[in-house]
């Protein structure tokens, strides 16, 4: 389990980890406010640079589970969303908890982004694969569902020589 080492959700899944005997990895950024990794973390490490913590998170994840967040947590799912519509990573689930609050920007990425084709190339048109909304519901019992194939099929953007 990877997570970005902090409290919350993300100390849960690290306890969960390693109570299930698993490994339990935080990646941890250096912010003046941040008060460090979580005690359930078994490996950790600290970067200066959020582009370099990013690039560990893809690098090593299977896929993204994203819980509601800030602005860290939308950089973080773009660049995933951004790999898989590029190619670059594939067979990588974007699973999104949370439809109230992911449904507003899935509905924007859908109207604006898919539907006009922007930055998606010449490759068939992306259709979502899961209803409406993207996304999952708001507990652990209805699960959440993987949107970034949905959105972005990969490989979809035009290749340049």
């Known amino acids: 389990m990877i997570t970005g080492g902090g409290p919350g959700a993300m100390e849960a899944a690290n306890k969960g980890a390693r109570d299930a005997k698993g490994v339990s990895v935080g990646l941890g950024i250096e912010l003046p406010f941040e008060s460090g990794l979580n005690p359930h973390v078994d490996i950790g490490v600290n970067f200066r640079y ?74 068939p048109a992306a259709v979502p694969r899961h209803g409406r909304r993207g996304g999952g519901g708001e507990t652990g019992d209805e699960g959440g569902r993987p949107v970034g194939r949905g959105l972005f099929e990969p490989g979809s953007a035009r290749r340049h020589a």
């Open 50 to 123: 959020f582009f370099v913590r990013k690039t560990m998170f893809v690098k090593y994840a299977q896929g993204f589970v994203v819980l509601p967040g800030g602005l860290g947590t939308l950089d973080e799912l773009f660049e995933a969303l951004t790999l898989v519509q590029t190619g670059k990573v594939t067979r990588f689930p974007i699973v999104l908890f949370g439809t109230d609050y992911w449904g507003g920007l899935i509905d924007w990425l859908r109207e604006k982004v898919v539907a006009k084709r922007q930055g998606v190339g010449e490759g």
